[in-house]
């Protein structure tokens, strides 16, 4: 049964939509005891899931019970904040008949949505170094992902996406849009900008992509849309080059350690201490080896740049450069130890949501923007090939072609770690370049 559900979920193109985009049909491979549904929502401004939350809640559970039955799970957790009252009430109505189910009412941290965060919260578990959920015994998926396994069930494909668009729109709100809708498109919709040149996050403050302009297009992963002034100091703060990121790394890096204090893989237990990480790219020592390598078991969380580091400086941005050279070099990470116990200062280090808002400076864009549904009318979109981790999918339409919405048009190329793509509009095929499918409606 679970290969069925599995390849249900496959042909939909269903990937992870919190995250980095895995492909859902090998984590519903999986043999595990426990399936978490990730309502966490702990990135600042998003507001996507909790909408979902509250428009989809027998939706989610019904996916949270077909991802428990493809990986044999005897316990399903839905683990979101305490203070997300009218969602665990919509849930909690739902409960008696879904008697494995459990509600996890988590505090308003951040990063309580990280995977490994949250399976510490809900089960006590410690994912190991450089590990995943499924070390421990436990897959986790965001909750949009859960209602697109739900919609695989069905036979219906991922075509849409909840996207949180705030910031410099005159309009903002919680959206359905098509995936592959130009993000130029998005903000006309939601009004245009306010500001002449803008920055837009995909994403949350925390984790998200900038790019300036309104380039960009919708993909399965987009949770939000911030568009900020592009002389925003949030906005020049993080898109600063590396090589001036380095340059204020060894004049300024004072050893504080504020930055391992505040690490959440630190306070798991992991090795990571960042700034040890730090001393060694400051004395440019590769030795030993132990201390560089811890990079590769940072989660690119940005505490340590947005929150921690009283001097503004940017572990994070560091270590995704070391990270890149020990790629280059093909130094794997050597770090896999399972720690028994996570720090003792653990429950004292947990950053409140709003304590991380601040430090962006993005405080006066909260706010909780109306769902405004699915959005109709869209004449154009552009569906990237990669939209997940893996490979690029494989087109299977040409340049002519007549597509109606939901028809497959790029296919996992064979054997190869990959997601379907879908058309989201139903239109013309304009162009098969690139990187991308577009499709004129
Ligand atoms: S980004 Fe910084 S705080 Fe987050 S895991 Fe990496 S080193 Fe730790
Ligand atoms: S918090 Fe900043 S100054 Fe302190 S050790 Fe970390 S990077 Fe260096």
Do not use: W
């Not at 009004?191 to 040149?197: D, I, K, L, Y």
Request: aromatic share 4%; proline share 7%; net charge neutral.
């Amino acid at each position: 049964m679970g290969n069925g559900i599995s390849e249900a979920i496959k042909l939909a193109g269903v990937v992870g939509a919190g995250g980095a985009g895995f492909p859902t049909h090998v984590k519903a491979d999986s043999r595990v005891d426990t399936v978490i549904a990730n309502g966490s929502e702990c990135e600042p401004l998003l507001h996507s899931d909790q909408a979902l939350m509250l428009e989809y809640p027998k939706e989610i559970i019904a996916g949270l019970e077909q991802m428990m039955q493809a990986t044999g799970a005897t316990r399903g957790i839905l683990a979101l904040k305490g203070k997300y009252k009218e969602q665990v009430a919509a849930f909690r109505t739902l409960l008696p008949a879904h008697p494995d189910v459990t509600i996890v009412e988590l505090g308003n941290f951040y990063p309580s949505g990280d995977e490994q965060s949250m399976v510490y919260e809900c089960t006590g578990r410690i994912v190991p170094e450089g590990g995943i959920p499924l070390n421990v015994g436990v897959v986790v998926d965001n909750v949009e992902t859960l209602y697109n396994v739900f919609q695989a069930m069905k036979g219906i494909p991922v075509t849409d996406r909840t996207v949180t668009l705030i910031g410099e729109v005159r309009i903002p709100g919680i959206y359905r849009f098509p995936i592959g809708t130009t993000v130029a498109e998005a903000v006309r919709i939601a009004g245009g900008t306010s500001v002449p040149n803008v920055a837009v996050i995909d994403g949350g403050p925390m984790m998200g992509r900038i790019t300036f302009g309104l380039d960009g297009v919708i993909r399965k992963t987009t949770s939000g849309l911030i568009v900020l002034p592009a002389d925003h100091p949030f906005v020049i703060r993080r898109t600063l080059p590396v090589n001036m990121e380095l340059l204020r790394t060894v004049s300024m890096c004072c050893q504080c350690r504020e930055c391992t204090d505040l690490c959440p893989r630190y306070q798991l237990g992991h090795d990571l201490e960042p700034h040890k990480v730090m001393r060694a790219v400051i004395t440019r020592s590769q030795e030993p080896p132990y201390q560089i390598t811890q990079a590769h078991i940072c989660c690119l969380c940005g505490i340590c740049e947005t929150i921690a580091c009283p001097l503004g400086l940017s572990p994070r941005n560091v270590f995704a450069m070391v990270r890149k050279e020990l790629a280059a070099k093909g130094v794997k990470n050597p770090h896999h130890r399972k720690p028994e116990q996570v720090r003792t200062s653990h429950a004292f280090t947990k950053i409140p949501k709003e304590r991380a808002l601040a430090r962006t400076g993005l405080t006066p864009y909260d706010g909780h923007p109306p769902y405004r549904g699915q959005v109709a009318g869209i004449r154009h979109v552009e569906l990237l090939l990669s939209q997940h981790i893996g490979a690029p999918a494989k087109p299977t339409v040409r340049e002519g072609d007549f597509v109606n919405r939901g028809d497959r048009v790029a296919v996992p190329p064979d054997g190869a770690l990959s997601a379907a793509i879908h058309a989201s509009i139903s239109g013309r095929v304009a162009a098969v370049a690139g990187d991308r499918i577009v499709i004129e409606g």
